[in-house]
């Protein structure tokens, strides 16, 4: 026989009928005040707040603002019948909880994803027709690059080093002096020595810049008008010219966690071929060339994409279009990765658990790593940043190694501006799940969404030698995001209070 532990299980006191009944009036009064004060809560809806900014963007105030005609609010009772574990998203577990994000009435048949799309929708409805308007944009096509060439490139990349803190790799103001610097010395620096990087799945090149900077070279691919197919949010190879203008928004967003971005013409024979290591040398190829006049170099490089079929051609003048991404530099490039907590599956028959689950944000809240202030609102900043780029292609998070406190780097953002007339709304998940901003980029949002902000990008995409970096109709699709993302934080304002949503973290 067993001995009993001094932790074990006390006999249950004797069920009497008194007891019992006793009992069962005691929750029946409990249950009917809970009742009544949710009923209170419920029948009380938050008005939409907007913050007023001081011109410096500080916030010095909160003021209500009118909901456009035909936009129902919603109650803050809101319950939606799955609850699904962060794992499995079979293992539902069917409890009724609170929505924290935008969730739709737990009687419809809606997937959250379309719940927010039609109200976003009903919102633009409302907007004139001019709103996302761009100015008169190439006032002077010239870029501004062409600034004197560097004499000492290393101490160039000494002060881009000198940037990186635990939670910045990029200066809050990199003003037009130091952008003509940078972006002259990456476009200028002699190519040592290219190779082929071990990093990533996509065709790309390492370079060993003149001055002692390690760079990666993203090849073009695509001309500035091509669509990608909309048959998956992802589609279509990497766009060099996306990196580029990603680099630049992320600057204006103060989301300074991209690492330095540049365009650059690169000449295929000299530059890279004249460089590169067998590795890379093996992948050449020379083919007849499309203007039928002589013959054009070509690579594919080696990775898991790389392929003969998609290498990469010079053109006639025997140059590609590139984007030169600077290298970081110890002890900030040690980097660990880990799986996005909202990736993608990459399988129309296999979703993912935040697709399934309106209530999957309560999850990552929980999450020992994710949950934790700053890393929570960096996973909103990027829904943000993600979302107007159209980049729905997040799926590794890589921070510095042992660098506290942590921040979510925003590496690889070539899966941008791809489609400039789908707005991907699934990529705001994040943000209408967990229905949280940082204070910090909602102000910032809030003063763009005032502006013709994507002419103030187009305006520092003009320093880039490869300008122009976006046609018109993807300038036109950054103002119009900046303000769908503003309508959902405004639908999770009405739901949830500005205090609850608009939140400082201290970052
Ligand atoms: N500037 C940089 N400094 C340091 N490390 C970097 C830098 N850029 C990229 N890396 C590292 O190289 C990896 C591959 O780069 P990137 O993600 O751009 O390639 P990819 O081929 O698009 O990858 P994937 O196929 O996973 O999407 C990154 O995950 C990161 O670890
Ligand atoms: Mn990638």
């Known amino acids: ?33 809970i009742n009544l004060y949710m009923n209170l809560v ?101 870029p501004l690059a062409a600034a004197s060439t560097p004499t000492n490139f290393s101490s160039v990349w000494r002060t881009v080093s000198g940037w990186s803190k ?59 008008n091509w669509t990608a197919p909309t048959d998956t949010p992802y589609s279509g190879a990497d766009r060099h010219n996306g990196e580029i203008a990603a680099f630049h928004l992320a ?35 020379h083919q007849a060339s499309k203007s039928g006049v002589g013959e054009q170099a070509c690579f594919f490089g080696q990775c898991l994409y790389c392929r003969k079929e998609d290498a990469i051609c010079a053109s006639p003048a025997g140059s590609i279009e590139s984007a030169i991404i600077l290298w970081l530099t110890e002890p900030y490039a040690t980097l660990k990765a880990m799986r996005s907590p909202w990736a993608r599956t990459y399988d129309e028959s296999r979703p993912a658990p935040w697709i399934v689950s309106p209530n999957y944000c309560e999850k990552v809240m929980k999450d020992e790593f994710f949950g934790q202030a700053p890393v929570f609102l960096d996973l909103m900043d990027m829904a943000v940043f993600d979302f107007i780029i159209g980049n729905a292609d997040r799926h590794r998070l890589e921070r510095f ?36 901003v940082r204070t910090k980029l909602y102000s910032l949002l809030l ?16 320093f880039d030698a490869l300008f122009p970096i976006l046609t018109d109709q993807h300038l036109e699709a950054v103002n119009r995001r900046v303000r769908i993302i503003l309508m959902v934080l405004a639908a999770c304002i009405e739901s949830h209070g500005i205090s609850n949503v608009v939140q400082n973290d201290g970052f």
């Open 1 to 33: 026989m067993g001995r009993r532990g001094s932790r074990g299980l006390q006999a249950p006191p004797p069920l009497t009928f008194r007891r019992c009944a006793l009992s069962m009036i005691g929750c029946a009064v409990l249950l009917a005040v």
């Open 251 to 285: 600057q204006l967003l103060q989301l300074n966690r991209v690492p330095v971005v540049a365009g650059r013409r690169v000449n295929v024979e000299r530059e890279l071929l004249g460089t590169a290591d067998a590795t890379l040398k093996a992948t050449f190829f």
């Open 166 to 224: 635990a939670r910045q790799i990029t200066p809050a103001n990199l003003d037009s002096d130091a952008m003509r610097l940078l972006f002259s010395a990456i476009s200028t620096a002699e190519i040592i020595a290219s190779s082929v990087p071990k990093r990533g799945t996509q065709l790309k090149l390492g370079l060993d810049l003149q001055g002692g900077q390690k760079a990666l070279l993203k090849p073009g691919r695509y001309e500035r």
């Open 401 to 436: 190694s042992g660098v506290e406190p942590p921040m979510i780097l925003l590496i690889d953002n070539g899966k941008s501006f791809g489609n400039s007339q789908t707005d991907e709304i699934s990529i705001l998940a994040p943000l209408y799940q967990c229905c949280r």
């Open 447 to 462: 003063r763009y969404s005032e502006i013709d902000f994507a002419s103030v990008l187009n305006n520092r995409l003009r």
């Open 42 to 142: 419920s029948s009380y809806t938050m008005p939409a707040m907007q913050l007023d900014l001081s011109p410096d963007g500080d916030i010095v105030g909160f003021h209500q603002f009118d909901l456009p005609p035909g936009v129902h609010q919603r109650p803050r009772k809101a319950k939606h019948p799955r609850d699904i574990s962060l794992d499995s998203p079979s293992a539902a577990a069917h409890t009724e909880t609170s929505c924290i994000g935008l969730c739709p009435h737990a009687a419809s048949t809606q997937t959250q994803e379309s719940y927010v799309k039609s109200l976003v929708q009903s919102r633009m409805r409302n907007l004139p027709s001019n709103t996302f308007a761009i100015g008169p944009s190439n006032i002077n096509i010239e």
